[in-house]
């Protein structure tokens, strides 16, 4: 197997994984997995920049420009909130609405580039568009609780990558940066719940404290992995890969939780992969 397909298959599989990671968690509360998953996070990105002087180069740079830093502290803010929202959807037992939001990501990428950076849709993108809208729409009405879970993961990850797409900071230095700059508020709300709610960390179990303390490692292996496999792979075929992910995570919402997905669901997804396979059968017409 081709060494990039191999490194982002493996970033994408854990991505796909992480329904099965965060419910050994359940019994936490979201608020306080997040925190740990930023705090476990910053010790092994420092890590992984250590080893790479590029990357120590990127953080000193990001680090010295007050533009980029701005940016990095809203993609900051963008990626704690959908890291959040994963993490809720998976407690409240909405992996299959979460998918969902995934799904949507590389067709609000396409509408955020045409409306942002005036960038050319081609007909078979507009027609992927439309599709994944009517299936969004129908799923929408179709369903007695709003899908809020599922849009605000689908729109804060297109706008993660939408403004990721104009700086210049790599990922995983990017991703340090951004973790730093919410570290501060991060502790504030610590310390805060440390004194106004029980806390799972070191009042539970062994068990609990070491899935809270991988977190870290949980959250910026993948990263790295697709980081690397981007590096060696066409853009196009990392895009079509992506899709493994949000996959998996459908499936085991659907198979191993047994969550509910009726008929009119079914329908609402059906449009949205239609769109999904135009803008892949697009990508590929490009190379």
Same mark, same amino acid.
């Given at each position: 197997?081709?060494?990039?397909?191999?490194?982002?298959? =493996?970033? #994408?599989?854990?991505?796909?994984?992480?329904?099965?990671?965060?419910?050994?968690?359940?019994?936490?509360?979201?608020?306080?997995?997040?925190?740990?998953?930023?705090?476990?996070?910053?010790?092994?990105?420092?890590?992984?920049?250590?080893? /790479?002087?590029?990357?120590?180069?990127?953080?000193? =740079?990001?680090?010295?420009?007050?533009?980029?830093?701005?940016?990095?502290?809203?993609?900051?803010?963008?990626?704690?909130?959908?890291?959040?929202? #994963?993490? $809720?959807?998976?407690?409240?037992?909405?992996?299959?609405?979460?998918?969902?939001? #995934?799904?949507?990501?590389?067709?609000?990428?396409?509408?955020?580039?045409?409306?942002?950076?005036?960038?050319?849709?081609?007909?078979?993108?507009?027609?992927?568009?439309?599709?994944? =809208?009517?299936?969004?729409?129908?799923?929408?009405?179709?369903?007695?609780?709003?899908?809020?879970?599922?849009?605000?993961?689908?729109?804060?990850?297109?706008?993660?990558?939408?403004?990721? /797409?104009?700086?210049?900071?790599?990922?995983?230095?990017?991703?340090?940066?951004?973790?730093?700059?919410?570290?501060?508020?991060?502790?504030?709300?610590?310390?805060?719940?440390?004194?106004?709610?029980?806390?799972?960390?070191?009042?539970?179990?062994?068990?609990?404290?070491?899935? $809270?303390?991988?977190?870290?490692?949980?959250?910026?292996?993948?990263?790295?992995?697709?980081?690397?496999?981007?590096?060696?792979?066409?853009?196009?075929?990392?895009?079509?890969?992506?899709?493994?992910?949000?996959?998996?995570?459908?499936?085991?919402?659907? +198979?191993?939780?047994?969550?509910?997905?009726?008929?009119?669901?079914?329908?609402?997804?059906?449009?949205?992969?239609?769109? +999904?396979? $135009?803008?892949?059968?697009?990508?590929?017409?490009?190379?």
């Amino acid at each position: 197997m081709n060494r990039g397909v191999l490194l982002i298959l =493996s970033g #994408y599989l854990i991505w796909g994984s992480f329904p099965l990671y965060w419910s050994l968690l359940n019994h936490v509360e979201p608020s306080e997995i997040l925190v740990h998953r930023v705090i476990w996070s910053i010790p092994v990105l420092l890590l992984f920049v250590g080893f /790479k002087p590029s990357w120590r180069s990127n953080v000193r =740079s990001a680090l010295g420009n007050r533009g980029e830093l701005l940016l990095l502290l809203i993609t900051g803010i963008l990626i704690c909130i959908n890291w959040g929202t #994963y993490i $809720l959807a998976v407690s409240m037992g909405r992996v299959i609405e979460g998918s969902m939001g #995934y799904f949507l990501a590389p067709i609000l990428n396409i509408l955020g580039g045409f409306i942002f950076f005036k960038e050319r849709v081609s007909t078979l993108q507009k027609f992927s568009i439309g599709f994944a =809208s009517m299936g969004s729409l129908y799923y929408v009405f179709s369903v007695d609780v709003f899908p809020w879970l599922g849009f605000i993961l689908g729109f804060s990850f297109a706008a993660y990558g939408l403004l990721r /797409k104009s700086m210049n900071s790599p990922a995983v230095p990017g991703l340090l940066v951004e973790t730093l700059l919410i570290l501060p508020v991060t502790l504030l709300f610590v310390i805060w719940m440390v004194g106004n709610t029980k806390i799972a960390f070191l009042t539970v179990d062994s068990a609990t404290d070491a899935l $809270l303390i991988m977190a870290g490692i949980v959250t910026v292996v993948p990263l790295a992995l697709f980081t690397a496999g981007a590096r060696i792979l066409p853009m196009t075929t990392a895009g079509i890969l992506f899709f493994i992910t949000p996959t998996l995570q459908f499936l085991i919402g659907y +198979l191993f939780f047994n969550e509910p997905f009726n008929a009119d669901q079914f329908i609402g997804f059906i449009g949205i992969w239609s769109g +999904l396979l $135009l803008y892949c059968y697009s990508l590929m017409k490009k190379t």
